[in-house]
């Protein structure tokens, strides 16, 4: 008699379980989420965290600068620190967009390319959205501008500031953050360039532009101006850098004496 043959036996996927200090992280970045722990509060000391949850305190350690890294708490020390809730910022985002960007070598064309895609849709959702405030705040952005068109580090600081009090014109956290970290990382290539006077008047009117047709409520004028303003501006930085997609996050830097305008 022919014995059975044995039948197949599945393999089973391994399973990968959660370290303890993960599982802290969580549950405290949920609980301060959900406004459990609120902005500023302050955790136990890591010795009491550990007696209290029973845990080691190199686990607790590690749970704490997970939830440092995501910007959910600050660590300070002394006899009278400690960790203490934060809120999360853009400066967190834009660190670790900045790392990985690096990384992947992310070229200063593709960041352009994103503002163009990003910024006149803040424009158009600024239209419909800006409150009084929001006008005040662009309008001071281009009375500094103007006050400064001989400055180039004041200039480009308040360039910068305009775009980014555009998006927060808008009132939509997500397109604000991306325009953030975009302003920061574009800021990066431009702080140190040189550009012309007249040129500088050319941003000034762009800008307003920007501004006029928020004020107007014409959203499609609004987007249109960002569009235009955005690629009067890459032009600008080709004379500089010539080839956008060779310039990247990764570790270039600006030209000394670095000039826009064709010099």
Not at 113 to 130: G, H, K, L, Q, Y
Not at 143 to 152: A, E, I, W, Y
């Amino acid at each position: 008699m022919i014995a059975d043959k044995a039948e197949p036996r599945l393999r089973l996927n391994t399973m990968r379980l959660p370290k303890a200090a993960e599982v802290l992280a969580s549950q405290i970045k949920a609980e301060i989420i959900s406004g459990k722990y609120p902005e500023g509060a302050m955790l136990p000391p890591e010795t009491e965290m550990a007696t209290q949850l029973n845990l080691s305190r190199p686990t607790v350690r590690e749970a704490l600068r997970l939830l440092e890294s995501e910007g959910l708490v600050s660590i300070r020390p002394g006899p009278r620190g400690g960790p203490r809730v934060e809120r999360p910022s853009s400066n967190t985002v834009t660190r670790s967009l900045t790392t990985l960007f690096q990384y992947e070598r992310v070229s200063l064309a593709a960041l352009l390319e994103a503002r163009r895609a990003i910024e006149p849709a803040c424009a158009r959702v600024a239209a419909a959205r800006a409150q009084d405030q929001d006008i005040s705040a662009l309008k001071d952005s281009i009375k500094r501008m103007r006050g400064n068109l001989t400055d180039d580090g004041q200039f480009w600081t308040e360039n910068a500031n305009f775009h980014v009090a555009l998006a927060e014109a808008g009132s939509n956290p997500v397109l604000n953050t991306l325009m953030i970290s975009l302003r920061e990382l574009i800021y990066g290539f431009t702080a140190g360039l040189h550009i012309e006077p007249e040129e500088r008047a050319e941003t000034l009117t762009e800008h307003t532009a920007i501004l006029k047709a928020i004020m107007a409520r014409d959203a499609d004028a609004a987007a249109r101006a960002a569009e235009a303003h955005l690629g009067s501006f890459e032009m600008r930085l080709k004379q500089v850098f010539h080839d956008l997609d060779s310039v990247c996050l990764s570790g270039t830097t600006i030209p000394t004496n670095g000039k826009m305008g064709g010099e």
